[in-house]
């Protein structure tokens, strides 16, 4: 019987270089994508519930939803830049860009939907899933920031506690 070779010591921080600390900073977070993918299926289960319990609105009662839309749409519009701002910050992890690409894209179809909207002269078919798209976008767009700053805060919390283990 052969005998088996030794394990390799556990690679430890300390023991690497600066570049591969960066390189692998990124990849430390890896659940990060995972944790995009919450505010995605959200976003879908929002879409099915409003377009199924969604309000008869016709061009007599479309006026009436207008501050709806607007305001949506503007709420989705600022949330759509911090997105956009956080997704020009990663650069290494293909998974998590795409997955954030993802989301940008049906909260761009959401704050589109809020803006056509406010056309009263549409079709009241189309006033149903324009509202099914509008609160699936900003429900979206919502909890991406909302874990976004949640990253962040948690971030800056393990790095503070390393800075005082440190000195």
């Known amino acids: 019987m052969s005998e088996l070779p030794p394990e390799p010591p556990p690679v430890t921080r300390a023991g690497l ?23 995605l299926v959200a976003s879908v289960v929002v879409l099915g519930a409003a377009y199924l319990f969604a309000p008869h609105i016709d061009a007599a ?8 839309f607007s305001t949506t749409g503007q709420i989705i519009v600022t949330l759509l830049v911090a997105l956009a701002i956080e997704l020009r910050s990663l650069r290494e992890l293909n998974a998590q860009r795409l997955i954030i690409a993802g989301t940008l894209t049906y909260v761009a179809l959401g704050a589109g939907a809020a803006v056509l909207a406010l056309n009263p002269t549409l079709h009241p078919g189309l006033y149903r899933a324009l509202f099914a798209i509008t609160l699936a976008g900003g429900i979206g767009a919502l909890l991406s920031v909302v874990l976004i700053a949640y990253r962040g805060l948690e971030d800056e919390v393990k790095s503070r506690r390393n800075d005082a283990t440190q000195h």
């Open 17 to 39: 270089t600066e570049g591969a600390k960066t390189r692998l900073k990124p990849l430390g977070r890896a659940d990060a994508g995972v944790g995009f993918l919450v505010p």
């Open 61 to 68: 009662t479309a006026s009436s939803y207008s501050s709806l």
